[in-house]
C-alpha cells in the first residue's frame, strides 16, 4: 500500500512540475511579447484590439479595464456605477485574484506531497521491518544474515519516500517564487492600466519614477 501511494504521489509530482512549468514559459513569452505591442498601439481602438486577440494574463488583464472602461460609459450595471476610479481599481483587482488563483492551482498538491510522502516512506519502513522480524521469529532463526536482509529491505521505503517529497518540494518552492514574479507584473500592469484609464497615461514603464505601490510589489518579489 506504501509502495502504491509513493508510486502515485510521484507520477502527481512529475506531472506537475512539467505542467506548471510549461504554464511558466508560456505565461512569461506572452507577456512578454503583450506588453511590447500594448505600449506601441497607436489609440485606444488599436490597444483593445490587441488585447483581444492576444494571449496571456497581462493581455486578459487589460481586456477586463477596456470590459469595465465600457461599462462605466454606458452606466447600465451595477459593475459599471460608482466612481471611476473605483470602479477600474476593483475590477482589475478582481481581475489579478483570478489569475492568481490560476498561477496556484496544484501548488497544494505538492506541498502534501512533499509533507507526507516522508511520514508514507516511514510507515512502509515500520511495516515492513514488523513483518520481517515476525517471520524471523517463526522461522527462530535470528542470525544477522537473516535480519539484515529483511530489514535492509524495509529501510528502502524510507528512502523512497524521501525521493519522492524532495522534489515535491523543492519544485513547490521554485513555482512559488515564480508566481511571485508573475503577480508582481501583474499588479504593475494594473497600476499602468489604472492610470492609463483614469487619468489618461500610463506610469513610465521600466524606469526610476515607480508608482509606491509597484514599488512594494517590487520589494515582496525581492
Known amino acids: 500500500l506504501a509502495l502504491t501511494l ?8 512529475w506531472t506537475l512540475i512539467f505542467a506548471k512549468g510549461w504554464l511558466q514559459w508560456r505565461i512569461r513569452q506572452e507577456n512578454t511579447a503583450f506588453t511590447q ?5 497607436a489609440d485606444l481602438p488599436a490597444a483593445e484590439q490587441i488585447a483581444g486577440q492576444a ?14 472602461l465600457r461599462q462605466m460609459g454606458e452606466r447600465k450595471t451595477l459593475a459599471g456605477a460608482g466612481d471611476r476610479q473605483v470602479v477600474m481599481e476593483r475590477s482589475l483587482s478582481q ?16 506541498a502534501s506531497i512533499g509533507s507526507t510522502a516522508p511520514f508514507v516512506g516511514l510507515f512502509g519502513t515500520v511495516w515492513g521491518i514488523y513483518h520481517a522480524l515476525v517471520a524471523i521469529g ?33 519544485a513547490y518552492n521554485a513555482f512559488t517564487r515564480a508566481n511571485r514574479v508573475v503577480l508582481a507584473d501583474l499588479d504593475a500592469f494594473a497600476h499602468d492600466l ?14 526610476a519614477q515607480i508608482h509606491p505601490m509597484r514599488a512594494r510589489a517590487a520589494a515582496e518579489v525581492a
Open 6 to 13: 509513493l508510486v502515485l504521489f510521484s507520477l502527481i509530482t
Open 37 to 41: 505591442r500594448f505600449w506601441q498601439a
Open 55 to 68: 494571449g496571456g494574463a497581462l493581455a486578459r488583464l487589460a481586456k477586463q479595464g477596456f470590459d469595465t
Open 95 to 110: 481581475q489579478v485574484r483570478k489569475e492568481q488563483h490560476k498561477l496556484e492551482s496544484g501548488l497544494m498538491l505538492l
Open 138 to 170: 517463526l522461522s527462530g532463526q535470528a542470525a544477522l544474515e537473516k535480519v539484515a536482509g529483511p530489514v535492509g529491505e524495509a529501510l528502502i521505503m524510507t528512502a523512497a519516500g524521501l525521493a519522492v517529497a524532495l522534489p515535491a518540494v523543492f
Open 194 to 207: 489604472h492610470a492609463f484609464f483614469t487619468v489618461g497615461k500610463p506610469f513610465v514603464a521600466n524606469s
